[in-house]
Each structure stands twice: as C-alpha cells, then as structure tokens.
C-alpha cells in the first residue's frame, strides 16, 4: 500500500484514543479549560455515566465568536504560541487536541459570552461535521455539552464499562480537580441528581470536604521551602494507612500528576514509621518555576520529567521526613486542629464535667501510686532510670516522673496555652502490656514496648550518626555455642580490621572453631539478652555484609537491636517509670509509632467516654 495523508477525521480520532479514554478523560480536560479560563463557579452535569451527556458549566473568560471555530480545531489554542511558551507552560492546557478530540468522537455543542459582548454565540459539531455559528441565550462563560460519546467509533465505546464505573471513574476526575482549587466552587449532578457541592473555603476545609473528616482531623499540615520550591498541604498520619493508594493526591503547579520520583520520595519519607505493606494518605503541592518541569511528556498530562530531578526527591523527603520526625506532643498538637475539626473537643468534655458532678478538681487529685488496682509492683523506682532512662540527653527527670498533676496543668488546653506534657500522667498498667494515662482531653493507652521500642531506635539512630554507641563491658563474658557462619562472620570482620562491631558497641571474640564470646554491649542495651542481639547483628553482617549494613540497610539492624532492648511485656513498672517513658515519648521523633508502622498510642477523649457510659442522656 502505498504512503498517503490520513483523512482530518481519521487524525482526529486517533489523537482522541489518547486524550479520552473515557468519560472521565473528557470531564478532566473540560474542567482543565474552565479553570485557565479563569472561572470561579464550575458546574458538572452527566447521564448514563458521563457516556450519554457530559456537560460543563462556568463563568470564565469566554471564547469570542470569531474563535469558536477555531475552538474545535485541532492544534488551536490560545495558551501558548512559542517554543518559548511550551518550554515554561503555566496553564493546564496547551495542547489544542483535547476538545477537538473529544469533538471528533461524539455531539458537541459549545455556548460561550465573553462578559463585554452583546450576544453568546453557540456552534455545534457531530463527528467531523460542524455547525455554522448561531447566536443564543447565555448571561456570560462557557457550557460545553457532551452527548452520546463514541457514537461513531463503536468498536471504542465496547471497552466502556459500566455506567456506575464510568459515573465512578468521572466522580474521581471531579474530586481531584475540586482538590485542587479552594478558591474555586463546584458542583456535581449524576442522572439529574445533585451529589457533590463545594464552596470555596480554606485548603483545608476542601481537603476535608472531599476526603472526610477523618483525613482532616488525623492529618498534619506541610509547609516547607527551599531554593526557589514550595511543598504545602496535608499529609496523614502513619496510623491513618490504607491498603491502596486511593487517598494520594499530588499536583505539581497545580497539575495532579503521578511521577514515580514523587512517589519514591515520599514512601521513603514514611517507610520508618508506616508498615511496608500500607500506604501513607496525603494532599501535597509542590510549586516551583515552570521552566524547571517539563509537562510536554504525555497526551494525558500526568507525567512530568524535572530538570534537577535529585533536587525535587531531597526537598520532598525532607520536607515529610521533618513533618513526620516530631515528637509526639507537637506532631498531634498539629493534627487535632486542622480544618477546624477537634476529634477530642475538650469544650464538650472538661467544661462539661460540672453538670455530671465531676468537676476538675477531682482529676488533681489522683495520686503517683495506685490504690485501686493492685499491680504488684516489685521492681524498684530507679529501674527504667537505670535501664533505658536519658536517651534522648536527659529527657527523663527524676521530677517529672514523681510530678503530681494539678488541675491547671491539666486545663492548659482550655487556655490557650501549650500543654506541658500532652500524653499526660500514668495512672495505671494493664496486663503488663500497656499503660493508662490521663491528659487534659481524657484518657491515653499507650503500648509499652512498641513506644519504647521507638525510644531505643531513635536513641541508636542518634548515637551511631555521632559515631557515640557507647560500650558497656560485661563482667563475665557470655560465651555461646555458634555456626560455622556466624565464627567465619566475626573472624573475617576482625581479619580485616573493620570496626563495624565496635561501631555497633559490640566487642565480640573467637574462642574456638564453635564458639563465640560476647564480652561488651552497646550500654543502652546492657539488659537485653546479649547472645540472641549478638546473633542477629551478626546475621545481617554476615548477609548484606558490614558496608550495606550500616548504610542501606542499617535502620532494619538498629531496628533489630532496638527490639531485643526494648521494655518487654508483663514486666511492671511502676507510676515513676511510666511517667518517664511518657516524658521520653514526647521528646522523641517519630514517637507515635513503633519501628514496623504500628501505633504506639491512642487518645480516649472524655466526650467519647461519656458516649459509651451514655451519660448526660
């Protein structure tokens, strides 16, 4: 067959077979428009799934008549006319294929008034037929209505899936574009139904609008720069985790995208303290000049290629990983207000107490020690002190463990001022497994070893970057049967003169062809079982060899060894003790959760009590 020019038509559908593999690609590239268009008022119509009608409402700009034409034509487009222009694009469109393309393959109709003409002008296509232009009746903006889709391509329209997947598929398209634009309302209606309604409001009001309330009240606000970028919105907390990636939300200039750079940052910003088989929930946009993102990648526009791509990974890391390593006191200080929603409301739980016959002056009261529940405490007041106390350069105070609450320390939520110790004050130890402490918006839970667990983490993370894991010798040697391995492992460390062992706070020799002496531990870890810590070192020493385990793999060892050290459950601590892991937990990064992504706290709110005693019904 000999080389020929395709027919403008055929052009035209092939170019839409990109832009508009459904509905939903439609509506994305219709509400594109209304938006560089200026609009501040956006409406969404659709039928039979968007496949029967897809119509969309604005007040922007307008298309003049003289353009309407041109409006339809493929390649014509008035947000760029250079090189220059296609190099640094700042709207959401440029291409001048999307309307053509989605004109090609159905019945379009396009209404528009600029704000100083006299008239609105209407011109209509069906497949490569248009219509002359016509005035009618529009105050002022743009309606482009949508019918019958893929009415002339029917092998295409066979691929379309239900009219519920499809309504489905547009609903997203709408949500991530009303995401996008506060400042912007819209509205959504689906068969003559009105579903989705959004004013314009602050960020994070529409964050919680289209996301939930719970995203809002479980999420913390991100807001760095550096270098000419812009990392801003709200990311969720660890324990706010999914099992799929549907609440992940990132736009560059504007633009939702998806990038794997991106994403790649941002799983490594989260991956010490989410577990590895969840996924993080977040709104983020990252602004930065125009010219420094290259958006020209693909038909659908949601791929972008940086010039300086290093650059965008280490401020987007950094940037969550700074968000997610405060401790635990600022980290839900930030959380429990955003959006304006307290999950706590300490208004309707403390100022309330009155009325139930409990007022605050009874919650000053409780005392350093238990007398309702007897929890055989035998172990002596010094016993976290001495074993894990003063990690984090002198966190634990003797003063703050025997601290008795007052009702004013406890009532710096209702003042305005910070709270001293947000987690509270330990009233108790259930099962030998957790604590119970109360705070000035209720009740805390906290899991004893995942949080100290994360204590002695962050404590080794620390000591090993100071190159100051300090190494307690012990006064008997444990000596231990070992593999041939695990000999080999510390024979060729020792052959050749690597100090990763030392580094660890590890000294541990050869005594015979089977057997292993461990005779010095890291000093934070003197009371854990020195032979089980000591074959699990020399496990990954021996797998991923000492380089890769102190670089790439080193957080799962300190990780490892943090386990081993940490406070095990059934043991009993007493009130001091508890107090002093509480006062660690907030100073300590990461502290809501424990080395595998698991909570390590929960706030019981006194609302919520009151709920479950049904009390004041």
Not at 40 to 51: C, E, P, R, W
Not at 566 to 595: F, H, K, Y
Request: glycine share 6%; hydrophobic share 40%.
């Amino acid at each position: 067959m000999p080389i020929q020019l395709l027919p403008d038509q055929l052009i035209s559908q092939i170019a839409a077979g990109e832009v508009v593999e459904r509905p939903a690609s439609a509506l994305k590239e219709l509400l594109e428009n209304s938006l560089d268009a200026g609009s501040t008022d956006i409406q969404v119509a659709l039928l039979q799934g968007g496949v029967k009608q897809l119509r969309v409402t604005d007040n922007g700009a307008g298309v003049a008549k003289e353009d309407l034409a041109l409006a339809l034509t493929r390649h014509a487009t008035s947000k760029i006319s250079s090189l220059e222009d296609l190099e640094s694009v700042a709207s959401l469109g440029f291409r001048g294929e999307a309307l053509a393309s989605i004109a090609s393959i159905s019945r379009t109709q396009l209404l528009s008034r600029q704000r100083e003409a006299r008239h609105a002008w209407k011109i209509a296509s069906e497949g490569s037929e248009i219509s002359l232009i016509e005035p009618t009746a529009l105050d002022f903006g743009t309606i482009v209505d949508v019918t019958d889709l893929y009415f002339n391509t029917p092998a295409r329209r066979k691929f379309l899936k239900t009219d519920a997947t499809e309504f489905g598929h547009c609903e997203e398209a709408f949500n991530r574009i009303a995401l996008s634009r506060p400042d912007v309302s819209f509205m959504l209606q689906h068969n003559g139904r009105a579903l989705s309604r959004y004013v314009i409001a602050p960020p994070e009001r529409r964050f919680a609008d289209v996301l939930g309330r719970e995203f809002a009240a479980e999420s913390f606000s991100v807001d760095e720069s550096s270098a000419g970028l812009h990392l801003w919105g709200m990311a969720a907390k660890p324990t706010f985790n999914r099992n799929t990636r549907d609440t992940q939300y990132v736009y560059v200039n504007g633009r939702f995208v998806r990038d794997k750079l991106i994403s790649h940052a941002i799983r490594q910003a989260y991956q010490d303290v989410l577990h590895h088989d969840r996924h993080p929930a977040f709104v983020l946009f990252l602004e930065l000049d125009p010219a420094l993102v290259d958006v020209n990648v693909h038909p659908a526009k949601t791929e972008v290629r940086f010039r300086d791509a290093q650059a965008i990974h280490r401020f987007i890391f950094h940037s969550l990983h700074k968000a997610l390593a405060a401790p635990t006191g600022a980290s839900n200080a930030v959380s429990a207000g955003q959006a304006g929603y307290n999950p706590f409301s300490p208004q309707d739980s403390f100022q309330t107490r009155a009325e139930y016959g409990t007022g605050s002056a009874s919650i000053a009261t409780y005392p350093t020690y238990q007398s309702q529940i007897n929890l055989s405490v035998n172990e002596h007041a010094g016993f976290y002190q001495t074993m894990f106390g003063g990690l984090q350069g002198g966190a634990f105070k003797p003063s703050d463990a025997e601290y008795v609450p007052s009702a004013g320390n406890l009532n710096h939520q209702h003042t305005g001022e910070p709270q001293v110790h947000p987690l509270g004050f330990a009233v108790g130890q259930i099962h030998g497994i957790y604590i119970l402490a109360q705070n000035a918006l209720g009740m805390v839970v906290v899991d004893m070893h995942a949080a100290h667990e994360r204590i002695m983490y962050e404590a080794l993370k620390k000591a090993l970057d100071h190159q100051a894991v300090s190494m307690q010798p012990l006064l008997i040697p444990l000596s231990f049967n070992a593999d041939k391995l695990e000999v080999a492992t510390v024979q060729e460390v020792l052959s050749a003169g690597d100090d990763s062992l030392t580094r660890l706070g590890f000294d541990i020799a050869v005594i015979s062809p089977n057997t292993l002496a461990v005779r010095a531990v890291p000093n934070m870890l003197q009371h854990a079982d020195a032979v089980t810590l000591a074959r699990d070192v020399l496990h990954d020493l021996r797998e991923y060899g000492a380089s890769r385990a102190l670089t790439e793999r080193r957080n799962e060892l300190l990780g490892t060894m943090a386990c081993h050290a940490a406070v095990r459950a059934n043991r009993i601590l007493t009130i001091p003790e508890m107090n002093a892991l509480l006062r660690d937990m907030e100073a300590t990064e990461r502290s809501g959760q424990c080395n595998h992504g698991r909570p390590t706290w929960f706030q019981v709110s006194l609302s919520d009590l009151d709920k479950m005693f049904m009390r004041g019904k």
